[in-house]
């Protein structure tokens, strides 16, 4: 037995109506709601030929409001076999969280891949970061993080050796705040983030499933414990999976 039928495709054909709203948002609206609430990730949704037949609306028209959604992230072309639909992007709440506390707290399974860890001399920017002795070595951990099989982020982080000493002796591919609270009793309690794009480079384009030049977020954040720099790191998210959300408040007293 066949799949029912979205109502897009049950609905009879019918233009759509001239007024304030330009057809192209209309017929994005209608998609939105098509691409949010009706079919899975990964369905087609109609041709740009059918949607135009439909709706009584040029080609033209359909790509408009195809590109708008794609652009936010509900779908996605691929050449040579149509538009998808696709999971929505994860609104990240900027806070101190890990990314395996962040992921659970959304239903989805976290992993953690441990591509390299070292003891080096890190460049000048984290030795400054973190405080170090010239020439002194910081942990250096580079890992890829996944929630529920698909590849998010690529993580380059540095620690201080006399905060955290044996670090690459333990395992570095669960909640690495967690280890930090529990091994080291180190509550990250505050961080400076910088947020930044880029456009991804062969190396993490391949280990995050994308094309090089894609759109990515970048983090880069320096937090502390007990009033001393702990963490120097960078992430790299998939620019199609991810938004951030920061709360504005106006300072007590400000015009």
Do not use: N
């Not at 979205?6 to 192209?24: E, I, T, V, W």
């Not at 033209?60 to 639909?85: C, H, N, S």
């Not at 709440?93 to 399974?109: C, I, K, N, W």
């Not at 591509?115 to 973190?130: N, R």
């Amino acid at each position: 037995m066949g799949e029912e039928p979205s109502s897009l495709q049950r609905a009879p054909s019918r233009g759509l109506p001239d007024g304030p709203m330009p057809k192209h948002a209309q017929l994005r609206e209608i998609l939105r709601e098509l691409a949010s609430d009706e079919l899975p990730h990964g369905a087609a949704v109609p041709s740009e030929r059918e949607l135009a037949l439909r709706y009584g609306v040029s080609r033209l028209t359909v790509r408009e409001a195809i590109g708008q959604l794609v652009t936010e992230g509900l779908l996605v072309r691929v050449r040579g076999k149509g538009t998808f639909t696709t999971r929505p992007r994860i609104d990240w709440q900027v806070h101190l969280a890990s990314f395996t506390e962040d992921m659970r707290r959304r239903g989805m399974h976290p992993e953690t891949v441990l591509l390299d860890a070292a003891e080096v001399v890190p460049p000048p920017a984290t030795a400054e970061a973190l405080d170090l002795a010239p020439r002194q070595t910081a942990f250096w951990l580079f890992r890829l993080r996944k929630a529920d099989g698909m590849p998010m982020a690529v993580e380059r982080g540095w620690y201080h050796p006399d905060s955290v000493p044996d670090l690459l002796d333990q395992d570095l591919t669960a909640s690495l705040y967690t280890l930090l609270s529990r091994r080291y009793r180190l509550q990250l309690e505050s961080g400076t983030q910088t947020v930044l794009a880029d456009d991804a480079d062969a190396e993490t384009a391949r280990l995050l499933g994308i094309r090089p030049g894609c759109s990515l977020l970048v983090f880069r954040r320096i937090s502390t414990a007990r009033g001393r720099p702990v963490e120097d790191m960078t992430s790299w998210y998939r620019g199609d999976r991810y938004q951030v959300t920061m709360q504005l408040d106006r300072e007590p007293g400000e015009p």
